[in-house]
């Protein structure tokens, strides 16, 4: 009798243990996932405001860049405080808790980093 509930209790250590590998696995896949879209939309962003200055030669990078500061964040302030519906991106609650603490990380940094630019983006709206 001691040997099948000593069986019976590594095997379940055992399976959890395979679980949690396969949970971990696919949680970290899923987070570099997201790193490298992230850094693509950046890219993309960036090349975006590059030709914009080329063809427009009375707009500088400068204002090019603190245009789209200034959308990301009022769109990440829009997030942070509950204005954007995330269930309408079909997230889990995780991911929808994740993204708000991101937002609101987000959100920080920029006040803390340039709060005069925050400051000019919150007029311009």
């Not at 243990?17 to 490298?36: E, G, R, T």
């Not at 920080?108 to 980093?113: I, K, S, T």
Request: with cysteine; net charge neutral; proline share 0%.
């Amino acid at each position: 009798m001691k040997v099948k509930i000593s069986i019976f209790i590594a095997g379940m250590i055992m399976g959890l243990a395979v679980s949690y590998f396969f949970v971990s696995k696919q949680w970290a896949v899923h987070h570099d996932v997201a790193s490298l879209t992230d850094r693509g939309k950046a890219m993309v962003a960036i090349a975006d405001l590059l030709s914009e200055s080329a063809r427009d030669h009375e707009s500088t990078i400068a204002s090019q860049l603190e245009g789209y500061v200034c959308d990301e964040y009022r769109r990440q302030k829009s997030i942070s405080s509950g204005a954007i519906d995330l269930d309408s991106y079909g997230l889990s609650d995780r991911g929808k808790v994740e993204g708000m603490k991101s937002s609101t990380r987000y959100v920080l940094q920029a006040e803390a980093y340039n709060s005069k630019l925050v400051e000019r983006c919150g007029q311009s709206l």
